[in-house]
């Protein structure tokens, strides 16, 4: 059996870290696309408060109950929105210590140096941060349902308060024609 090619080692090393940074960097264009979404989110509902407090949007059914819904919802896009930065910030992390990672490695092969643990803990410390911007995403996660949720049920409440108008209108129809 011939010995490993110590080439192969190093690359097959440096190769680790690159696929971990292939995953942060995948996290990071949904994360991206997340923070974009939540600050149009911000821009409709302050758009759509302005159009509810105006005196024709103060004449819309339930108005009052949608800027309630508005109000609540603010803080926590705003709450969303540091969660997705952190998130960010933490992925940008892991790839700068991911890559550190890699160079170490490869260098220290070039260069014929022993960096000892350095690029074991910078790998531990990338995978770290790529695990804890993971989880806020997970946490972000769980508030954009909620605010959904609480939308949707809005939204169901409106139906309601048009279900009944339309029904209104139907009997009176109906007790016309008779």
């Known amino acids: ?8 080692s190093v690359l097959a090393a440096m190769i680790t870290p690159a696929v971990l940074i292939s995953g942060a960097g995948t996290l990071l264009m949904s994360t991206s696309t997340r923070l974009g979404r939540t600050t149009d989110r911000v821009r409709h ?3 759509r408060f302005k159009v509810l407090v105006s005196e024709d949007g103060q004449q819309e059914p339930l108005a009052r109950e949608e800027k309630r819904m508005i109000i609540r919802q603010l803080p926590r896009l705003a709450r969303r929105t540091r969660i997705i930065q952190r998130a960010m910030t933490a992925l940008y992390v892991a790839v700068a210590l991911l890559v550190l990672t890699s160079i170490l490695i490869g260098s220290g092969a070039l ?3 022993a960096f ?3 690029p074991v803990v910078l790998a531990i410390l990338g995978a770290a941060s790529l695990a804890y911007g993971a989880l806020l995403l ?9 605010t959904t949720h609480e939308e949707m049920q809005f939204l169901v409440s409106l139906g309601q308060h048009y279900a009944t108008l339309y029904s209104d209108e139907s009997q009176k129809v109906a007790r016309e024609v008779e």
């Open 111 to 113: 260069v014929g140096a």
């Open 116 to 118: 000892g643990l350095a």
């Open 138 to 146: 997970s946490f972000e996660t769980r508030l954009s349902a909620r």
């Open 45 to 47: 509902l302050t758009a």
């Open 1 to 8: 059996m011939s010995a490993p090619n110590p080439t192969l």
